[in-house]
């Protein structure tokens, strides 16, 4: 596990997000011309970029070039206002992505949002030809062993940003069900996604959906039942979304999109609910001075998660000890993984010795056994040679463990 190597930006590390956006716009495709400009041997890597965590995992052929290839690619990659990116190689990563995938490392402990978002930077990872073996094997195995870390999280605690924010959003509007006024939500990324998703399993009527561009929203907002918007003409006539009750945002846009203004110019029957999921702010703070409007920010959403934070720790500190043992199952897995094709060759060669020196003997000094100690002789050498196998499998092994497992 030493060839694994990650740097990472996330929540965990600053007061805020704003550390965040100057990676937020990389693409796999600027990534990949900043390692091939470091000049270091990278076998593979992927990109994971989310709402609140951006990262860069990466195989290296040369573990002893980690920090030569962590600082000629930190020179490239847009300069971070904030913290400096967390770095980690070796069984660190494994035990990183173990508790990424499990959802220990999330704003909200056990979501699922994770888990399908580092799938789709695999999959990415895997068009574009930059997955290799190694991170290929270790993710395939995190993915399976996070389950089961998964399981010591109590089930009902939220299960990500998104199913979180429309849980507030329920309880600022006494019950999503309980007005036929709408609710809007506006942007198509994978929040605004889910968002539509789990307003509409859960009662939510009259959902409008909004984007600058309509047709990418179309068959999922008639998947769900909901009405379809652009963003600029909602932006020009508010009106057009109809009669509203509360507005979910989630945009890229870099400046504030909801204002003052245009919360006077909704069409609006009483108070109004406003959710900002949006990394800048989509919302203006200032919106919050009208007595009739109650903004659920993201920050909000991370104050009610430390508010529950004992009862994530206890459930935190159960799934702590499943991961060292997820951990360990992992190594052996990938130690097992490198070492059949090894052991293969070898054990091949060391038969073919032996029953070439097994029929010298028959042929030369013990020519003169019949064929009932010939058969004795023949057994005995098959269980030997087996015997040895478990010898050769334990040595390779050991020697693997050495050179791949240490940090």
Partial sequence: MRHLGAIILSHEQGDDLSHLLSWKGLSLEHLETMIADTE??????????????????????NPQDHRAFYESLLRRL?????PAPVFKTGRPVARHLLRLSAGLESMVLGETDIRHQMKEAKAEAIRAGHLDYRLRTILQGVFKHSRYIRSFIPANLPLSVSSLAVRFLEESLGGLDSSED??????????????????????ARNIVWINRTEEKIASLAENLGAQTLGLQDFLADPQKAGRLRAIVTATSSEKPI??????????????????????????????????????????????????????????????????????????????????GPILKELQK???????????????????????RDRRILYDWAIRSHREMNRIHRSGVEQILKNYFMEA
């Fill in 40 to 61: 270091q041997d990278i076998s593979g890597f992927l990109l994971l970029s989310t709402c609140n965590r951006v990262e860069i995992i990466y195989s290296i052929e």
């Fill in 78 to 82: 847009p300069v971070v206002e904030g």
């Fill in 258 to 339: 909801i204002d003052s203004l245009l919360v006077r110019s909704l069409n609006r029957s009483g108070p109004l609910t406003l959710v900002d999921l949006a990394l800048p702010q989509d919302v203006d703070p200032d919106v919050s001075d009208h007595g009739d409007v109650e903004l659920i920010s993201l920050d909000r959403i991370r104050q009610r998660l430390e508010a529950n934070r004992k009862q994530r720790e206890e459930a935190a500190a159960r799934a702590e000890s499943a991961v060292e043992e997820c951990l360990f199952r992992l190594e052996s897995e990938l130690i097992h993984s490198l070492s």
């Fill in 182 to 203: 709408g609710i809007a939500i506006i942007g198509s990324g994978p929040m605004s996604r889910h968002t539509a998703e789990y307003l509409s399993k859960w009662g």
């Fill in 349 to 371: 060669d060391i038969r073919n010795q032996a029953q070439q020196k097994l029929q010298g003997l028959l042929q030369g000094r013990l020519a003169h056994l019949n064929a």
